[in-house]
Nanobody, 124 residues
Framework: VQLQASGGGLVQAGGSLRLSCAAA????????MAWFRQAPGKERSFVAG????????VYADSVKGRFTISRDNARNTVYLQMNSLKAEDTAVYSC??????????????????WGQGTLVTVSS
C-alpha cells in the first residue's frame, strides 16, 4: 500500500484544515487507517484511527471533539478534519495503514504502511 498525504499548511489558531491521505495498491477497505503526528522535539503520537469499514473511530484525548477522521473507501482516501486548531497542534502529520485489532488501534507498531507526512503549522 502506498500512501500520499496532503492538505497541510499554515493556519491561525481557531482555524480549520482538512488533511487527506490517498492510498494505492491493495484493498483499501481491508486496512484500518490512522493519523499520527510528530511535533518538534517530541516523539510521534497517535491522533485518530478508523476501522476498515469506517464503523469505529478512536481519538487521542487532546483532539477529541475538535478533529474528525473519516474515510471514503470508493476513493481509497482517509481524511482528518481539524477544527479549532491550537498552537500545540503544530506537527508533521502522517497517515498509516495496518491491521491492528481495536484494542491496538493507537499502537504505532501495528501499522505497516506510512505516508510521507504533511506539515501543519498553527500560529497563535
Amino acid at each position: 500500500v502506498q500512501l500520499q498525504a496532503s492538505g497541510g499548511g499554515l493556519v491561525q489558531a481557531g482555524g480549520s484544515l482538512r488533511l487527506s491521505c490517498a492510498a494505492a495498491g491493495r484493498t483499501f477497505s481491508g486496512y484500518a487507517m490512522a493519523w499520527f503526528r510528530q511535533a518538534p522535539g517530541k516523539e510521534r503520537s497517535f491522533v485518530a484511527g478508523i476501522t476498515g469499514n469506517g464503523g469505529v473511530t478512536v481519538y487521542a484525548d487532546s483532539v477529541k471533539g475538535r478533529f474528525t477522521i473519516s474515510r471514503d473507501n470508493a476513493r481509497n482516501t482517509v481524511y482528518l478534519q481539524m477544527n479549532s486548531l491550537k498552537a500545540e497542534d503544530t506537527a508533521v502529520y502522517s497517515c498509516a495503514a495496518g491491521r491492528p485489532n481495536l484494542g491496538s488501534i493507537r499502537t504505532m507498531s501495528m501499522y505497516n504502511y506510512w505516508g510521507q507526512g504533511t506539515l501543519v503549522t498553527v500560529s497563535s
